[in-house]
């Protein structure tokens, strides 16, 4: 892939809410994220600081459905449980900045920085409001968390040709560039080490979990000019800044460089290494050592399902479509399946249903997934970090220890492994 750097500066054209023009205020509801969570196309955000103003860039996946009855809302919340939004409008067509392209269409807008605190939560929607309906579809709505270094950063990064990227995650010698805002600034990268350990079981006791060092060794760093490309050839975690010679640089933006074709598995050893959920470590070295071992992988998968080709088939497409969606969803300082959303995502499948709370909290509900067929609720804590701001940590308890077990033996025992709550809830029908 070949791509330029492109530094500009570009100037803002703020929105600003006015009483002739204000749309009437979101309805208080409680929204059900779990539609977020299911693979497929979605609606891609990010934005970058402009003086006053915060520039949002907007991917809607085709078909993209704007105008009479679609028009783009905007809100603003204090909280996931506020009974109203700091500030709400919708964006005429005119300040939108359409681009068609392959897949979807590209909007870019700003909105004035002063209707956006630190902690503060956007929600930015296509769909035509709905007061009955709370479920939240991931190709027509998109939640952005503001921390100070979300609203203080003025550069996002870009693909190839030069458009928003729209992820923290870059494959291995893929090119890619920073689109800056303000004067011409040096590009400062570091990279650091990171031991991207796998989320342990629900039931494990939390003193037991490894610790994670409070400051992480730096391996390498390195300035790149303006204009200049950047490719990195070393898998890793690496945190890249604009500026800093003669001024203040933009707080610091953390990208996880994956390894071949990520998100996508393509190896054997990435084949290999998601079945530690549902193996003994002697299974997934008999794997390895294995003379073929991607053909190894295929018998394991083959042997669970007693010979049965369609049944191994499905078991396959099955589990390493949740670990690819798991790498996209909750990629962070390392692959999205190795994290304690992963873990759960990857093992019980997308929740079928999902809420925020105000103190940051997610909680992921399985109507089914208790031993008895009752309910049974997963609770995240957010953890965020320089490195991982959006991280959430699983709240381990010892009562999951059966539920545990009995979900992986679904994987691992032919007649139930496509029952239960293993089988993803097909998306709801709009």
Known sequence: MKGIIKLSIIG?????????????????????????YREGP??????????????????????????PGHVLQVAVWPSYEAKQPLWADSVPRRQQHPRPEAGGVRLSFCVAAAHVPVGSIMQLTTAPADPKDDYQEATTTAWLRFTEAQLGRSFVLTDSAGQPLLR?????????????????????????AVNPTPALPPMTNPAALPAGPRVLPVLDSATAPPGAQLRFAEPGLYALRVGGTG???????????????YPALTTAAELIEPLRYLTTSQERQRLTDAADPKRAVDKFWLDIAQG????????????????????????????????????????????????????GEERWFYPDGNLDGGPVSYTFRPRPSTFAPDYYELVRRPEY?????AAVEKWRNPPTALTGPNVPTAPRDR
């Open 168 to 192: 923290r995650y870059v494959q291995a010698n893929e090119a890619f560039g920073v689109d800056s805002y303000g004067l011409y600034q040096p590009i400062r990268w570091k990279r650091y």
């Open 308 to 359: 049965n080709q369609r049944l191994g088939k499905d078991l396959i497409r099955r589990y390493y479509g949740r670990v690819t969606a798991a790498n996209q969803l909750f990629a962070a300082h390392k692959a999205g399946w190795l994290t304690d959303k992963g873990l759960l995502y990857v093992v019980l499948g997308p929740p079928p249903s999902v809420r925020r709370l105000f103190n």
């Open 12 to 36: 803002s054209f703020v929105l600003v809410a006015t009483a002739a023009k204000a749309p009437r205020a979101p309805q208080a509801v409680r929204p059900d994220y779990a539609g977020l």
């Open 247 to 261: 001024g203040a640089a933009s707080p610091p933006l953390a990208v996880m460089v994956a390894a071949n074709q």
């Open 401 to 405: 220890e059966l539920l545990w077990y």
């Open 42 to 67: 979605r609606l891609e955000v990010d934005s970058r600081r402009e003086g006053d103003s915060l520039r949002l860039y907007l991917r809607l996946p085709a078909p993209a459905r704007l105008g």
